[in-house]
């Protein structure tokens, strides 16, 4: 069983970074693809940045330039660092992990999930 405990959320003013960690099972980072979903409140959850098994990555267009996703196999711990944020970036984060090479944007293929840290940033 894959456990995933993500943290680093908080509040923010605009313009300003925050740095999510997501802590995996031993194995977790370098066996399976990995990936940063939100959820807005009142809106479906959304991929916002993705890593393959190889650390490939790919970034949902609102976030690119901005958000880096990266990890660190040695440590099983998957990061978000969030640049420039913006109020419309409020939402609760997650950490998903599937056990495809590559797994995608559809929330629905992820086979694990995190319980979600809360990023608000305000104008």
């Known amino acids: 069983q894959v456990q995933l405990v993500e943290s680093g959320g908080g509040s923010v003013q605009a313009g300003g970074s925050l740095r999510l960690s997501c802590a995996a099972s031993?194995?977790?980072?370098?066996?399976?693809?990995m990936g940063w979903f939100r959820q807005a409140p009142g809106k479906e959850r959304e991929g916002v940045a993705i890593?393959?098994?190889?650390?490939?990555?790919s970034y949902a267009d609102s976030v690119k330039g901005r958000f880096t996703i990266s990890k660190d196999n040695a440590k099983n711990t998957l990061f978000l660092q969030m640049n420039s944020l913006k109020p419309e970036d409020t939402a609760m984060y997650y950490c998903?992990?599937?056990?495809?090479?590559?797994?995608?944007?559809?929330?629905?293929?992820?086979?694990?999930w995190g319980q979600g840290t809360q990023v608000t940033v305000s104008s």
């Open positions: 998903a992990a599937d056990r495809g090479f590559f797994g995608g944007w559809d929330a629905d293929k992820y086979d694990y």
């Open positions: 890593i393959s098994r190889d650390g490939g990555t």
């Open positions: 031993q194995y977790t980072s370098s066996r399976y693809s």
